[in-house]
């Protein structure tokens, strides 16, 4: 599913404009990435919540170039899913000897 995708569900769903579920789509999401941006987790209840990890400068093998580089301190996004979500998703039927069918 693409945005435009999500956006015709929500519409369908809300009975609103196809403007309006836009909007309220990109509010949503630029305010997460606002969040982010300054350091604050956000969680969305059964869904699961987007967070920052911090990675300490270290020295790394840079494969192209057969030789070390140093890697700068950085943050990156995260997102860890909640219990309903990891449950819905990850829920595989297994057979007798446990193995996925």
């Known amino acids: 599913m693409d945005q435009t995708e999500l956006i015709e569900h929500v519409v369908k ?9 836009k909007r309220l789509l990109r509010a949503t999401l630029g305010e997460i990435r606002n969040l982010l941006r300054v350091g604050h987790a956000v969680t969305l209840p059964h869904l699961g919540t987007f967070d920052t990890a911090t990675y300490d400068e ?3 093998y840079r494969p192209g170039s057969n030789d ?22 990850y829920d595989i039927e297994m057979d007798e000897e446990g193995k996925p069918t």
């Open 13 to 21: 769903e809300l009975a609103i404009s196809n403007v309006q579920s």
């Open 58 to 60: 270290h020295r790394g």
């Open 68 to 89: 070390f580089a140093l890697f700068p301190k950085r943050r990156v996004p995260v997102f860890r899913t909640g219990t309903l979500l990891r449950e819905d998703v």
